[in-house]
Protein backbone atom coordinates (compact mmCIF):
# COMPACT_ATOMS: atom_id res chain seq x y z
CA UNK A 1 0.00 0.00 0.00
CA UNK A 2 1.41 3.46 -0.97
CA UNK A 3 2.54 5.86 1.68
CA UNK A 4 -0.20 7.71 2.61
CA UNK A 5 0.33 11.69 2.83
CA UNK A 6 -1.01 13.55 5.99
CA UNK A 7 -4.33 14.90 4.95
CA UNK A 8 -4.76 11.53 3.56
CA UNK A 9 -3.88 9.73 6.98
CA UNK A 10 -6.35 12.40 8.76
CA UNK A 11 -8.90 11.73 6.39
CA UNK A 12 -8.61 8.15 6.89
CA UNK A 13 -8.56 8.23 10.68
CA UNK A 14 -12.08 9.96 10.42
CA UNK A 15 -13.76 7.83 8.32
CA UNK A 16 -12.44 5.00 10.76
CA UNK A 17 -13.93 6.78 13.50
CA UNK A 18 -17.58 7.26 11.72
CA UNK A 19 -17.31 3.57 10.44
CA UNK A 20 -17.55 2.65 14.30
CA UNK A 21 -19.72 4.84 15.22
CA UNK A 22 -22.47 3.91 12.84
CA UNK A 23 -22.18 0.92 14.14
CA UNK A 24 -23.67 2.30 17.55
CA UNK A 25 -25.87 4.73 16.15
CA UNK A 26 -27.09 4.33 12.52
CA UNK A 27 -27.04 2.17 9.20
CA UNK A 28 -26.02 -1.00 10.83
CA UNK A 29 -27.94 -4.05 10.89
CA UNK A 30 -29.33 -3.02 13.97
CA UNK A 31 -27.28 -0.83 15.37
CA UNK A 32 -26.09 -1.10 19.16
CA UNK A 33 -28.23 1.85 20.09
CA UNK A 34 -31.39 -0.66 19.44
CA UNK A 35 -29.70 -2.94 22.29
CA UNK A 36 -29.52 0.33 24.51
CA UNK A 37 -25.92 0.84 23.95
CA UNK A 38 -25.46 4.55 24.32
CA UNK A 39 -21.59 6.73 23.59
CA UNK A 40 -21.63 9.24 26.61
CA UNK A 41 -18.08 10.63 25.80
CA UNK A 42 -15.88 10.41 22.70
CA UNK A 43 -11.61 11.08 23.53
CA UNK A 44 -11.88 11.23 27.62
CA UNK A 45 -9.12 10.85 29.71
CA UNK A 46 -9.71 8.28 32.68
CA UNK A 47 -7.32 9.63 35.14
CA UNK A 48 -6.40 7.66 38.70
CA UNK A 49 -3.46 8.69 41.03
CA UNK A 50 -5.08 7.25 43.97
CA UNK A 51 -3.49 4.88 46.44
CA UNK A 52 -0.19 4.67 45.21
CA UNK A 53 -2.03 4.32 40.80
CA UNK A 54 -0.29 5.81 38.53
CA UNK A 55 -3.43 5.37 35.22
CA UNK A 56 -4.00 7.88 32.25
CA UNK A 57 -5.93 5.99 30.37
CA UNK A 58 -7.52 8.09 26.88
CA UNK A 59 -9.73 5.85 25.03
CA UNK A 60 -11.27 7.32 21.74
CA UNK A 61 -14.64 6.70 22.35
CA UNK A 62 -16.85 5.02 25.68
CA UNK A 63 -19.38 2.32 24.59
CA UNK A 64 -21.73 2.10 27.49
CA UNK A 65 -24.85 0.33 28.21
CA UNK A 66 -25.89 0.89 31.83
CA UNK A 67 -24.03 -1.62 32.42
CA UNK A 68 -20.81 -2.36 31.16
CA UNK A 69 -18.23 0.55 30.00
CA UNK A 70 -16.31 -0.50 27.01
CA UNK A 71 -12.86 1.43 26.21
CA UNK A 72 -12.76 1.48 22.70
CA UNK A 73 -9.40 2.69 20.73
CA UNK A 74 -9.77 2.97 17.09
CA UNK A 75 -7.06 2.26 14.38
CA UNK A 76 -7.11 2.64 10.63
CA UNK A 77 -4.77 0.46 9.56
CA UNK A 78 -3.09 -3.17 10.71
CA UNK A 79 0.12 -2.63 12.67
CA UNK A 80 -0.11 -3.45 15.87
CA UNK A 81 2.48 -1.21 17.63
CA UNK A 82 4.39 -0.95 20.83
CA UNK A 83 2.51 2.04 21.51
CA UNK A 84 -0.69 -0.11 20.88
CA UNK A 85 -0.08 -2.31 23.42
CA UNK A 86 0.84 0.71 25.91
CA UNK A 87 -2.74 2.04 24.42
CA UNK A 88 -4.78 -0.76 26.31
CA UNK A 89 -2.51 -1.68 28.94
CA UNK A 90 -3.13 1.44 30.32
CA UNK A 91 -7.27 0.76 29.40
CA UNK A 92 -6.84 -2.68 31.04
CA UNK A 93 -5.58 -0.85 33.92
CA UNK A 94 -9.04 1.41 34.91
CA UNK A 95 -11.25 0.32 37.50
CA UNK A 96 -15.32 0.22 38.36
CA UNK A 97 -14.96 3.60 40.45
CA UNK A 98 -12.75 4.75 38.08
CA UNK A 99 -14.96 4.67 35.01
CA UNK A 100 -17.84 5.58 37.39
CA UNK A 101 -16.19 8.47 37.98
CA UNK A 102 -15.18 9.55 33.96
CA UNK A 103 -19.23 9.14 33.46
CA UNK A 104 -20.06 11.43 35.83
CA UNK A 105 -17.69 13.84 34.61
CA UNK A 106 -19.20 13.47 30.92
CA UNK A 107 -23.06 14.11 32.73
CA UNK A 108 -24.00 10.67 31.81
CA UNK A 109 -27.23 10.94 33.50
CA UNK A 110 -27.73 13.93 31.35
CA UNK A 111 -26.98 12.44 28.24
CA UNK A 112 -28.52 8.80 28.46
CA UNK A 113 -31.34 7.42 30.25
CA UNK A 114 -28.76 5.70 32.89
CA UNK A 115 -27.69 6.16 35.97
CA UNK A 116 -23.72 5.94 35.29
CA UNK A 117 -23.19 2.76 37.71
CA UNK A 118 -20.83 0.34 36.31
CA UNK A 119 -20.52 -3.45 36.86
CA UNK A 120 -17.56 -4.30 34.19
CA UNK A 121 -14.93 -2.43 32.42
CA UNK A 122 -13.56 -3.96 29.13
CA UNK A 123 -11.24 -2.66 27.03
CA UNK A 124 -11.38 -3.35 22.88
CA UNK A 125 -9.29 -2.07 20.06
CA UNK A 126 -10.19 -1.83 16.50
CA UNK A 127 -8.46 -2.50 13.41
CA UNK A 128 -9.69 -1.57 10.31
CA UNK A 129 -7.36 -3.28 7.96
CA UNK A 130 -6.82 -6.59 10.38
CA UNK A 131 -8.73 -9.54 9.44
CA UNK A 132 -8.61 -13.75 9.92
CA UNK A 133 -6.42 -14.08 7.02
CA UNK A 134 -3.93 -11.09 7.20
CA UNK A 135 -3.67 -13.01 11.29
CA UNK A 136 -3.38 -15.85 10.08
CA UNK A 137 -0.95 -15.73 7.02
CA UNK A 138 1.51 -12.92 9.25
CA UNK A 139 1.87 -15.50 12.59
CA UNK A 140 3.48 -18.20 10.47
CA UNK A 141 5.89 -15.59 9.12
CA UNK A 142 6.34 -13.39 11.92
CA UNK A 143 7.02 -14.66 15.85
CA UNK A 144 7.26 -10.66 16.67
CA UNK A 145 3.93 -10.17 15.32
CA UNK A 146 2.99 -13.37 17.41
CA UNK A 147 4.41 -11.85 20.39
CA UNK A 148 2.75 -8.18 20.11
CA UNK A 149 -0.65 -10.13 19.29
CA UNK A 150 -0.50 -11.94 22.43
CA UNK A 151 0.61 -8.82 24.43
CA UNK A 152 -1.91 -6.72 22.85
CA UNK A 153 -4.84 -9.33 23.61
CA UNK A 154 -3.78 -9.83 27.10
CA UNK A 155 -5.30 -5.93 27.50
CA UNK A 156 -7.64 -6.21 24.87
CA UNK A 157 -10.29 -8.05 23.15
CA UNK A 158 -8.86 -7.21 19.17
CA UNK A 159 -12.10 -6.63 16.75
CA UNK A 160 -11.58 -5.68 12.57
CA UNK A 161 -14.38 -3.80 10.90
CA UNK A 162 -15.17 -3.10 7.17
CA UNK A 163 -17.50 -1.06 4.73
CA UNK A 164 -20.14 -3.18 4.36
CA UNK A 165 -18.75 -6.10 6.05
CA UNK A 166 -19.16 -6.56 10.43
CA UNK A 167 -17.52 -5.66 13.22
CA UNK A 168 -16.57 -8.28 15.15
CA UNK A 169 -13.80 -10.03 17.33
CA UNK A 170 -10.16 -11.61 16.29
CA UNK A 171 -9.12 -12.30 19.22
CA UNK A 172 -9.61 -11.88 23.23
CA UNK A 173 -11.93 -12.65 25.70
CA UNK A 174 -14.34 -10.46 27.27
CA UNK A 175 -13.54 -10.18 31.28
CA UNK A 176 -17.36 -10.04 32.23
CA UNK A 177 -20.53 -11.28 30.51
CA UNK A 178 -23.12 -9.06 29.48
CA UNK A 179 -25.73 -7.89 26.52
CA UNK A 180 -23.09 -5.49 25.26
CA UNK A 181 -20.00 -8.26 25.22
CA UNK A 182 -22.62 -10.81 23.80
CA UNK A 183 -23.73 -8.15 21.20
CA UNK A 184 -20.07 -7.55 19.79
CA UNK A 185 -19.30 -11.13 20.04
CA UNK A 186 -21.99 -11.64 17.95
CA UNK A 187 -20.91 -9.11 15.24
CA UNK A 188 -22.53 -6.36 13.65
CA UNK A 189 -23.34 -5.61 10.08
CA UNK A 190 -21.94 -2.50 9.12
CA UNK A 191 -22.62 -0.54 6.41
CA UNK A 192 -20.63 0.76 3.17
CA UNK A 193 -21.23 4.57 3.26
CA UNK A 194 -21.80 5.85 7.25
CA UNK A 195 -22.80 9.06 7.59
CA UNK A 196 -20.19 11.63 8.37
CA UNK A 197 -21.05 12.33 12.68
CA UNK A 198 -17.30 13.04 13.42
CA UNK A 199 -15.06 15.39 11.59
CA UNK A 200 -11.93 15.67 13.32
CA UNK A 201 -9.50 13.15 14.18
CA UNK A 202 -8.56 12.98 17.95
CA UNK A 203 -5.18 15.19 17.09
CA UNK A 204 -7.05 17.86 15.40
CA UNK A 205 -4.25 18.71 12.99
CA UNK A 206 -4.68 21.49 10.20
CA UNK A 207 -5.39 19.67 7.46
CA UNK A 208 -8.46 17.88 8.82
CA UNK A 209 -9.70 20.95 10.58
CA UNK A 210 -10.01 22.74 7.75
CA UNK A 211 -11.76 20.17 5.79
CA UNK A 212 -13.91 20.21 8.39
CA UNK A 213 -14.41 24.53 8.59
CA UNK A 214 -15.50 24.79 4.49
CA UNK A 215 -17.60 21.07 4.94
CA UNK A 216 -19.58 22.85 7.56
CA UNK A 217 -19.20 26.53 6.58
CA UNK A 218 -18.02 27.03 3.59
CA UNK A 219 -20.69 24.36 1.50
CA UNK A 220 -23.15 26.57 3.37
CA UNK A 221 -22.38 29.65 1.31
CA UNK A 222 -24.38 28.14 -1.93
CA UNK A 223 -27.28 28.67 -0.34
CA UNK A 224 -26.91 32.27 0.75
CA UNK A 225 -26.78 34.98 -1.47
CA UNK A 226 -25.07 37.36 1.14
CA UNK A 227 -22.32 34.79 2.53
CA UNK A 228 -21.94 32.84 5.63
CA UNK A 229 -19.97 33.91 8.20
CA UNK A 230 -17.91 32.31 11.02
CA UNK A 231 -15.59 33.36 13.63
CA UNK A 232 -12.90 31.58 15.52
CA UNK A 233 -14.33 31.21 18.97
CA UNK A 234 -17.97 29.69 17.26
CA UNK A 235 -15.66 27.24 15.24
CA UNK A 236 -13.94 26.13 19.15
CA UNK A 237 -17.67 26.31 20.04
CA UNK A 238 -18.65 23.74 17.45
CA UNK A 239 -16.01 21.00 18.37
CA UNK A 240 -16.44 21.49 21.90
CA UNK A 241 -16.33 19.81 24.56
CA UNK A 242 -14.88 16.88 22.67
CA UNK A 243 -12.43 18.59 20.81
CA UNK A 244 -10.19 21.64 22.35
CA UNK A 245 -9.80 22.87 19.40
CA UNK A 246 -5.54 24.64 19.62
CA UNK A 247 -6.12 28.71 18.35
CA UNK A 248 -2.69 28.41 16.87
CA UNK A 249 -4.32 25.59 14.55
CA UNK A 250 -7.33 27.87 14.20
CA UNK A 251 -5.21 30.61 13.13
CA UNK A 252 -2.88 28.50 10.10
CA UNK A 253 -6.11 27.41 9.22
CA UNK A 254 -7.44 30.53 8.48
CA UNK A 255 -4.70 31.79 7.08
CA UNK A 256 -4.88 28.99 4.55
CA UNK A 257 -7.79 29.45 3.65
CA UNK A 258 -7.88 33.20 2.25
CA UNK A 259 -4.42 32.48 0.83
CA UNK A 260 -5.84 29.84 -1.76
CA UNK A 261 -9.19 32.02 -2.06
CA UNK A 262 -11.57 29.91 0.00
CA UNK A 263 -12.92 32.80 2.41
CA UNK A 264 -12.46 36.31 3.54
CA UNK A 265 -11.23 38.24 6.59
CA UNK A 266 -13.91 40.57 6.78
CA UNK A 267 -12.85 41.07 10.50
CA UNK A 268 -10.53 40.65 12.95
CA UNK A 269 -10.94 36.31 13.56
CA UNK A 270 -14.40 36.78 11.45
CA UNK A 271 -14.30 35.30 8.01
CA UNK A 272 -17.02 35.32 5.11
CA UNK A 273 -17.41 32.12 2.96
CA UNK A 274 -19.19 33.47 -0.50
CA UNK A 275 -20.45 31.91 -3.89
CA UNK A 276 -17.51 32.97 -5.49
CA UNK A 277 -15.21 31.09 -3.19
CA UNK A 278 -17.34 27.85 -3.95
CA UNK A 279 -15.15 26.10 -6.44
CA UNK A 280 -12.08 26.60 -3.81
CA UNK A 281 -14.04 25.84 -1.16
CA UNK A 282 -14.25 22.28 -2.88
CA UNK A 283 -11.33 21.78 -3.75
CA UNK A 284 -9.73 22.37 -0.53
CA UNK A 285 -9.71 18.24 1.23
CA UNK A 286 -7.83 18.17 -2.70
CA UNK A 287 -5.10 20.74 -1.58
CA UNK A 288 -4.52 19.13 1.77
CA UNK A 289 -4.14 15.61 0.21
CA UNK A 290 -1.14 17.02 -1.84
CA UNK A 291 0.56 19.70 0.96
CA UNK A 292 0.68 20.11 4.36
CA UNK A 293 -0.83 23.14 5.62
CA UNK A 294 2.30 24.47 7.17
CA UNK A 295 4.19 23.77 4.23
CA UNK A 296 2.22 25.30 1.75
CA UNK A 297 2.52 28.36 4.49
CA UNK A 298 6.08 28.08 4.03
CA UNK A 299 6.47 27.59 0.83
CA UNK A 300 4.24 30.56 -0.62
CA UNK A 301 5.96 33.06 2.26
CA UNK A 302 9.57 31.73 0.64
CA UNK A 303 8.17 32.47 -3.14
CA UNK A 304 6.60 36.00 -1.84
CA UNK A 305 10.07 36.53 -0.29
CA UNK A 306 11.97 35.62 -2.93
CA UNK A 307 9.88 37.70 -5.66
CA UNK A 308 9.97 40.88 -3.21
CA UNK A 309 13.77 40.01 -3.46
CA UNK A 310 13.65 40.11 -7.34
CA UNK A 311 12.04 43.26 -7.10
CA UNK A 312 14.50 45.01 -5.07
CA UNK A 313 16.73 43.82 -7.25
CA UNK A 314 15.23 45.23 -10.28
CA UNK A 315 14.42 48.69 -8.60
CA UNK A 316 17.95 48.94 -7.99
CA UNK A 317 19.22 48.24 -11.50
CA UNK A 318 16.89 50.40 -12.56
CA UNK A 319 18.25 53.00 -10.59
CA UNK A 320 22.11 52.56 -11.55
Excluded at 222 to 251: I, S
Aim: proline share 4%.
Amino acid sequence: MPSLSAGGRQRREVNTYNLFYAAVTARADPPLSARGVRIPVMFPVFEDTSEGRDIEAEPDMVLYDGSTCMLCEIKSGHHINERDIAQMAECDKVAIETAEAELKNAQVQEKTEYDGTVTAVESVIVYQDLDEDYIAETRQESDDFCDALDRLTDHAVLLTQDYGGDLRVLAGEFAAEGALQSALSAGVSLPENPPDKIMLTEGMEPEILAIAVTDIWGEQALDHDGGVEVTREQVRDFFAPQHNVNPGDLGLVFEFLQDVGACEEVDTHRYEFRREHMSTILRVEELVMEQRVEDYLRADDQATFEAFGDSDASDTTQGE
